[in-house]
């Protein structure tokens, strides 16, 4: 019985090589966001959480806590009301 | 100080809405924006080209999404919207005519024109914003408004029975009936991608937060919580008879499209009608 | 074979004059609901329009027929209703939306005895004032007062070039009685009638502001669908069209929106005066009761009195100029209407000095006679 590798897999992907994850990189907008955390809650991987800093209109706007974890699936984009959250995909190996 | 950054990133949806006009008039959490971002994807997702696109608002907040849109929009009185989108489809059958209000523009005062363009099976698209309230004016009760909740004019609780949008109309003779949540804003997405592609009269009623007009009053939270409260009580019943998506006083939101059906459209009638006595447009 | 206008002489309702005056003058969409006595408008047009290409569509009420018209005329195509009295009250407030966003259109009001439901079947002339104040605010529109079926035809056409030209909704202040009348009307061939069509943008969209006015302050239109991408609201704008809620906008704009009528009055306005040079009595009149003054003018002549008409053919803007100049040479006016004194205030209004002005009113159902314009003429005449 194989051990589980590195990569977390119980048994190696005989196309390792060929598989690509999508990732996304999150740019927010500060000044347009309005303190919702709809982004927040929703994100499926928990990458955003709210900043302790305020911005220009008193809202906590968010920040990426663990962009590892971005899948660039773009829920946060679609669900913000404000036209703040910008989703930069990317595929990588 | 930390300096706020102001990105140089375009939006995907940059050159569909007014960007000067940002940051919107809407509340914190107001889910307009959601359901105005939806549409817009929808529009670029099927490529339609800008200027075939035509979006007629009524008065109220939901009204507002004409003046923000970069589409040849017009923002015409309470309740019209629909009357005046029959006419622009009229006059101009290549546009893509959509109505975009809410609850009290499309049920209440334009309640007649909703039920003879359903009957007309007029060859636009209604995506009606039901927030449960008549927001611009501070929160008073309307036509949705459920049983028993709280508005500045039932300080007592409403003791009115609210419409059921999607019955109403499904049974005036519209043609593709569905209702979301500003929650899925992903099947919101698609049921405006298939009711812009398809003839006929199309309804979708978009349910959204309202945390000052109707969350507060009613002592709903944050309108975090009122998305959570989307999440684990909406179901989803594709292609139910919309008499069953009755939505009641913090019960079951039953979503999900509902009505699909193939009828002659009006213009697609009249031409018709018209060729068999041999008159030609 | 493509459908042409019935050019020649014929034996005309006055509702179908003004329908086939319609046709004519290019409209293409018509979005009414049936009301006595202007019925036989709609009638003839969902009759006539679609050989034309056009589409008649009988809305649910009179208040989707007026924003279904400013719907129509926004994607381009020239668009008219035709409703009477209670109509026409529910439509005002479409036409302040009209009056707003600039945009053309032709409402015939075929007045009947008011108000409320009144006499359905009967002629009146009380919606002078409500054309002209119906909408709630300051704002300027044209109306126009038709005497017979070839005024019907010809004003028409006269409303319709006007409406596009000013980019404002014009009325057309008919009664029942012209409505209802059958009379000789010639229509000329097509290439007689002159058309005037609305200003097109003369930049490309980048560079283009919907509201931006020419010299004769009325601006430029731009119509969905060309990529222009306008935006037009009813509520206090900019230049641009975008919603602007101060004072000074306010200003900007409804100023704008007044001195596009008033500043244009010379355009605009037009009478008919009869045996005016030397009259020591002059009578105003219009619609069905201009012409029984026209016949007691006459025989007040006879009988050896200098009488005159001023016959109103645009009621407003009011032709205010020329009744202040004919009030400094008479002894006195004698304003005829079917209405307890509309026209005649105006005129109360705009002379110059305390020359009396004497009123021959009915409030609605009958004509004024000749003879009861003449006791007016003789009234204190001895």
């Given amino acids: ?91 990588v190996k | 100080m930390e300096e706020t950054k102001l990105i140089e990133k375009v939006h995907p949806l940059e050159e569909y809405f007014r960007k000067e006009r940002l940051p919107h008039i809407w509340c914190s959490g107001c889910g307009l924006g959601i359901a105005m971002s939806s549409l817009l994807y929808a529009i670029k997702e099927l490529e339609i080209p800008r200027e075939k696109i035509a979006i007629v608002s009524g008065i109220g907040c939901s009204g507002r ?18 009357a005046f989108a029959t006419g622009l489809k009229i006059a101009r059958p290549d546009l893509n005519v959509i109505v975009f209000s809410g609850d009290g523009d499309i049920a209440a005062i334009g309640g007649n024109h909703l039920i003879h363009a359903a009957r007309r099976n007029m060859d636009i698209t209604v995506i009606c914003v039901n927030n449960f309230n008549y927001g611009m004016t501070g929160g008073q009760f309307g036509p949705t408004t459920p049983l028993e909740a709280i508005t500045t004019t039932t300080p007592y609780g409403n003791f009115e029975y609210p419409f059921n949008l999607p019955h109403l109309a499904a049974s005036s003779g519209a043609t593709f009936v569905a209702r979301w949540t500003v929650l899925h804003a992903y099947q919101l997405r698609q049921s405006i991608k298939k009711a812009l592609s398809r003839k006929g009269f199309n309804f979708i009623e978009v349910i959204s937060p309202c945390p000052t007009g109707f969350g507060r009053p009613n002592k709903i939270g944050e309108p975090i919580d009122e998305m959570r409260y989307y999440k684990e009580n909406s179901v989803i019943r594709n292609g139910i008879d919309p008499k069953e998506a009755e939505l009641s006083f913090r019960g079951k939101i039953v979503v999900g499209e509902f009505v699909e059906i193939e009828k002659p459209s009006y213009l697609e009638i009249y031409q018709k009608f018209l060729e068999e006595k041999g008159i030609k447009k | ?255 704008r929106l ?56 645009t009621i407003w803007p009011f032709p205010e100029e020329r009744i202040a100049e004919i009030s400094k040479k008479i002894e006195k006016f004698v304003v005829a209407e079917i209405n307890q004194g509309q026209v005649r205030r105006e005129v109360e209004r705009a002379r110059v000095n305390s020359v009396p002005v004497i009123g021959v009113h009915k409030l609605g159902g009958e004509l004024i006679t000749p003879d009861e314009i003449l006791e007016g003429i003789w009234k204190k005449q001895n």
């Fill in chain 1, 1 to 91: 019985m194989e051990k589980t590798n590195s990569k977390g897999f119980w048994r190696k992907p005989l196309d390792l090589d060929k598989l690509e994850r999508k990732r996304g990189i999150v740019h927010i907008n500060e000044e347009l966001c309005k303190g919702c955390s709809f982004c927040i809650e929703f994100c499926p991987g928990g990458v955003l959480e709210r900043k302790d800093r305020l911005n220009s209109k008193g809202y906590h706007p968010p920040y990426t806590k663990y962009p590892e974890k971005c899948t660039g699936c773009g829920f946060c984009e679609r669900v913000c009301p404000e036209f703040a959250i910008i989703v930069e995909k990317e595929l």
């Fill in chain 2, 65 to 82: 999404v004409a003046g923000y849109v970069r589409v040849d929009s017009y923002h015409t009185t309470h309740g019209r919207p629909i």
């Fill in chain 3, 1 to 255: 074979m493509k459908a042409k206008i019935l050019t020649g002489t014929h034996y005309m309702l006055g509702d179908h004059a003004c329908a086939e005056g319609a046709i004519a003058a290019g409209c293409r969409f018509f979005a009414g609901y049936p009301i006595t006595p202007s019925t036989e408008i709609a009638e003839w047009i969902s009759r006539r329009l679609p050989l034309f290409g056009g589409i008649y569509i009988q809305m649910e009420d009179e208040i989707a027929s007026i924003t279904a018209l400013i719907g129509a005329s926004c994607g381009g195509v020239k668009s008219m209703t035709a409703t009477s009295g209670p109509g026409y009250s529910l439509m005002v407030e479409g036409i302040g939306l009209a009056v707003m966003l600039e945009v053309p259109c032709v409402i015939v009001n075929v007045q009947r005895g008011a108000p409320s439901t009144g006499l359905p079947t009967l002629v009146g002339q009380g919606d002078v004032m409500q054309a002209r104040w119906g909408s709630h605010g300051d704002y300027e529109i044209i109306a126009l007062a038709p005497n017979s079926c070839q005024e019907m035809f010809d004003l028409t056409i006269k409303a319709f070039n006007l409406s596009e030209k000013y980019r404002v909704p014009v009325t057309i202040l008919s009664d029942e009685a012209v409505g209802h009348l059958r009379e000789k009307v010639v229509i000329p061939p097509e290439e007689k009638i002159e058309i005037i069509d609305r200003k097109k943008p003369n930049v490309p969209p980048e560079e283009y502001w919907p509201y931006i006015p020419d010299e004769d302050l009325v601006p430029p239109m731009a119509i969905a669908g060309e990529g222009y991408f306008v935006h037009m609201t009813g509520l206090t704008h900019d230049e641009r069209g975008y919603p602007d809620i101060t004072g000074e906008a306010h200003e900007r704009l409804v100023r």
């Fill in chain 3, 258 to 313: 007044i001195d596009k009528i008033q500043k244009n009055r010379k355009d605009i306005i037009e009478y008919e005066e009869v045996m005016l040079d030397d009259a020591e009595i002059v009578v105003v009149s219009f619609g069905i009761t201009a012409r029984a003054a026209l016949k007691a003018v006459r025989e007040a002549r006879k009988k050896g009195i200098k009488a005159g008409l001023f016959r109103l053919i």
